[in-house]
């Protein structure tokens, strides 16, 4: 089985490995998953074309290859038991709960994603990383390429983004909430990712 654990982030730096930035989508026909290699341009595929590829890629790298996923990889839960959001996914009077809509599609991808990589039994080491590219203009159409740039922007230079890496113990709404891997369902638990964020109505970078 492929080893695959939470990066730290201390490791979100462009020289600590290669940089898997994906944008993941979940349709039948549709190029619905914006995919970028480290610095290389972006690419749109249909999700089993992505699947093939990171798998693939992982495969054959030497080294440690750093995914990052846009979709929620942890979830949380209030001391009922029952589904809460995270610190991220609510901002002023809007929100992007994880068990919501959208967020549980690209959620349920990702856990086909993960499942997929897992099985290839590859050589090197897989960090996982969530990408959180919100809140953008209520009438902007979803541009998978443009997301991931906006992510790698991040990764490139995370000084320029004040607030832009948000370690695991910060994506708790209270403190007894439970946090735990999106995967650990499936068990495949690769810990709590930190996540890379980034408005999505930021076009300063």
Request: hydrophobic share 40%.
């Amino acid at each position: 089985m492929t080893s695959i654990r939470s990066g730290s982030p201390t490791e979100i730096s462009a020289s600590s490995g290669e940089w898997l930035i994906l944008d993941i989508g979940f349709a039948n026909k549709a190029r619905s998953c914006g995919l970028m290699v480290n610095d290389e341009h972006p690419t749109e595929l249909r999700f089993n074309e992505a699947v093939e590829w990171i798998c693939r890629f992982i495969l054959e790298s030497p080294g440690p290859v750093n995914l990052v996923i846009e979709a929620p990889l942890s979830v949380a839960f209030d001391q009922t038991g029952n589904p809460a959001g995270r610190s991220i996914e609510k901002q002023g009077g809007r929100t992007r709960y994880w068990y919501v809509g959208l967020g549980c599609s690209v959620m349920v991808a990702a856990l086909y994603l993960a499942k997929a990589v897992a099985a290839i039994r590859a050589e090197s080491e897989v960090r996982l990383f969530e990408g959180f590219v919100s809140f953008k203009a209520r009438d902007a159409k979803s541009d998978h390429s443009r997301d991931v740039e906006l992510l790698r922007e991040v990764i490139r230079d995370p000084g320029d983004f004040p607030g832009g890496i948000v370690a695991p113990q910060d994506l708790r709404m209270t403190d007894s909430d439970r946090l735990e891997s999106a995967f650990a369902v499936a068990g495949i638990d690769t810990g709590v990712p930190p996540v890379i964020l980034r408005d999505g109505q930021d076009d300063s970078g």
